[in-house]
T-cell receptor, first 113, second 117 residues
């Protein structure tokens, strides 16, 4: 069965650079969530989208932006990267906003040096 | 705001024995969902079990079961006949049952479970 695809799986960037993380939800899933998991931390909600519109916003820095495209894939853009942005970034998708189960991708590990 | 607390940073159990992981949460909502996720060394987040707050019956999935105490706001996970493959970080998570938009998950701090052969 198709799963949530995230790319790239690993990314190394220098401070002050920009990064773009991509998420391809499960086919027919119209809702996407982004989470950030720092080393030894629990996942923290960043932002969510439903039908290409932002649905909810969590503790996402102003340096980050995200959008969902017409094919429902989503991109998380991160600028002026800081060392503290090093984390595992998860994308999850669900069939609809009301769906209780969200399916997680394998994550993108971002390392800022 | 809702909070989820896992008071056991680490737990260990002998293979084939039973272990219980604790979770408490705080909410003023009446409609919500609770989850246990497993995160093995691969870091993939895997759903283990789900409980709807409106259901009194505790959820069960094979060797995994929960003890849901709504009044006490407690949601523990019991793993029976522990297997080496159960070794992972386990996260308890809360999701509002509200409508009108995507509902995020709020995670606890996690419990690292070690299985001793």
């Amino acid at each position: 069965a198709a799963g949530v695809i995230q790319s790239p799986r690993h990314l190394i960037k220098e401070k002050r650079e920009t990064a773009t993380l991509k998420c391809y939800p499960i086919p027919r899933h119209d809702t996407v969530y982004w989470y950030q998991q720092g080393p030894g931390q629990d996942p923290q909600f960043l932002i969510s989208f439903y039908e290409k519109m932002q649905s909810d916003k969590g503790s996402i820095p102003d340096r980050f932006s995200a959008q969902q495209f017409s094919d429902y894939h989503s991109e998380l853009n991160m600028s002026s990267l800081e060392l503290g942005d090093s984390a595992l970034y998860f994308c999850a998708s669900s069939l609809s906003p009301g769906s209780t189960e969200a399916f997680f991708g394998q994550g993108t590990r971002l390392t800022v040096v | 705001a809702q909070t989820v607390t896992q008071s056991q940073p680490e737990m260990s159990v002998q293979e084939a024995e039973t272990v219980t992981l604790s979770c408490t949460y705080d909410t003023s909502e009446s409609d919500y969902y609770l989850f246990w996720y497993k995160q093995p060394p691969s870091r993939q987040m895997i759903l283990v079990i789900r409980q709807e707050a409106y259901k009194q019956q505790n959820a069960t999935e094979n060797r995994f079961s929960v003890n849901f105490q709504k009044a006490a706001k407690s949601f523990s996970l019991k793993i029976s006949d522990s297997q080496l493959g159960d070794a992972a970080m386990y996260f308890c998570a809360y999701r509002s049952g509200g409508f009108g938009g995507a509902q995020k998950l709020v995670f606890g701090q996690g419990t690292r479970l070690t299985i001793n052969p």
